[in-house]
Nanobody, 122 residues
Framework: QVQLVESGGGLVQAGGSLRLSCAGS????????MGWFRQAPGKEREFVAR????????YYADSVKGRFTISRDNAKNAVYLQMNSLIPEDTAVYYC???????????????WGQGSQVTVSS
């Protein structure tokens, strides 16, 4: 069992940066690939980024590629999302998730955090 808690969200102006953190509990944290998803009001939850269990590879949605960076520290049971050059369209609740399934599918993740609000003002 893995429990996940996000932190680091907030309000930022367009062009600014935020760093989200996700703290995991459980001895099996390092066994799972970790992903970040986001959900804007009235929209479906969408894939943002994913990192493999070892941290050796990462994948990004086209909409955030070049602006966001996912990383993890298995010694700390943590995963991060550095978000730069933020735009209003990035406004959403951001969720971290752990799993072993398809990288970009919500169904591929077994464990979810409670979410952290990110609001980008224009």
């Amino acid at each position: 069992q893995v429990q996940l808690v996000e932190s680091g969200g907030g309000l930022v102006q367009a062009g600014g940066s935020l760093r989200l953190s996700c703290a995991g509990s459980g001895r099996t944290f390092s066994s799972y690939a970790m992903g970040w998803f986001r959900q804007a009001p009235g929209k479906e939850r969408e894939f943002v980024a994913r990192i493999t269990s070892s941290g050796s590879s990462s994948y990004y949605a086209d909409s955030v590629k070049g602006r966001f960076t996912i990383s993890r520290d298995n010694a700390k049971n943590a995963v991060y999302l550095q978000m730069n050059s933020l735009i209003p369209e990035d406004t959403a609740v951001y969720y971290c998730a752990g799993g072993m399934g398809a990288p970009r599918d919500v169904s591929g993740y077994y464990y979810w955090g409670q979410g952290s609000q990110v609001t980008v003002s224009s």
